[in-house]
């Protein structure tokens, strides 16, 4: 999850007109409606502290707002972590904090799941029955809906998911959890810190759940600012951002970053915590060339040698080199 800055709404370039609003593009967590709703404190502050209209557009998959960026119809938008190496990468903008929760985490986990009382009790079982389990999953871009499982999990066991089990169904972290809970699937990706709000939501059902599986860590959310802002503005959205729930306020402010999935605030950050997500994409594209056909030895050690340095390349950049 990132939260992402662009030019002025609905155009590209600079920006213009000092007065023109600023929209915030959201990825709902729960419903677009609820996100729009546990948003709307913080962003009314964010008026206040710009002088300037801030409106909100919440959108239900990773490809809305994927689109939305690249034709800069939004000003702020609440990411994944591929989308925001996407917007660091082709849509000239740049890392200025990261996201904190309550409980001093530095991350969160994409985890399987499993009903409480599913025949399957360990991997190797999941593993031993190719073409017999019922999977639900996140979109592509989700990381932790599809990106991580698919890397540390599957890849590592030369496993491609959406051939390896008998139905596969895309849909968001809520309903997934719901599908194994009612018994629609057998197995669903979700994570750490998605659970803990469906816990909240839907206790009983919740207590149908076991994991499975669970991740290495990923880093929580970042924000990131387009570079060819004003950098007065620029500077401004970063010391709101960075600074709410640290102030004279910050009761209040606290108060409002907890109705957002529960956190403490934003810290700052660079581009470098973007590098564990070029890492996924590096491991994906490796397996793709590995399991491709090639006219030739030649051609595939190629292929090779080019994935390496696009990833080295990329990870340089990252880090400002």
Partial sequence: MFLVVSPHAGAGGTDIDPNAPLTFGILPIGGPA??????????????KALDRPVRAVSVTTYEGIAQAISEQRVDIAFLSGRLAL?????????????????????????VLLVA???????????????????????????VSGYLVPE?????????????????????????????????????????SADLERFQQHFPEQFARLRVLWKSAL????????????????????????????KGKDGAREEANLKLIHDISGFAPATNACLIPFSDIEYTLEKRRATTAQWVSESAREARFKKIEADHDALVGRLRGK
């Fill in 86 to 110: 996407d917007a660091v990468v082709g849509q000239n903008m740049q890392v200025i904090g990261q996201l904190t929760r309550g409980d001093g985490s530095r991350g969160y986990y994409a």
């Fill in 218 to 245: 990923i880093p929580h959310a970042v924000i990131v600012i387009r570079n060819d802002l004003p950098l007065a503005l620029r500077e401004k959205v970063a010391a709101f951002i960075t600074g709410y729930g």
């Fill in 34 to 47: 609820e996100s729009l709703e546990a948003w709307r404190p913080m962003l009314d502050d964010l008026h």
């Fill in 151 to 191: 890397t540390q999990l599957f890849a590592a066991r030369g496993v491609d998911s959406d051939t390896f089990f008998a139905k596969v169904h895309v849909d968001n972290h809520q309903n997934n959890a719901l599908a194994v809970a009612n018994g629609e699937v057998d197995v669903a990706t979700n994570n």
């Fill in 116 to 142: 409480a009382d599913s025949r399957i009790t360990n991997l190797d079982q999941l593993f031993a029955r190719p073409g017999q389990w019922r999977f639900a999953r996140g979109e592509a871009l989700s």
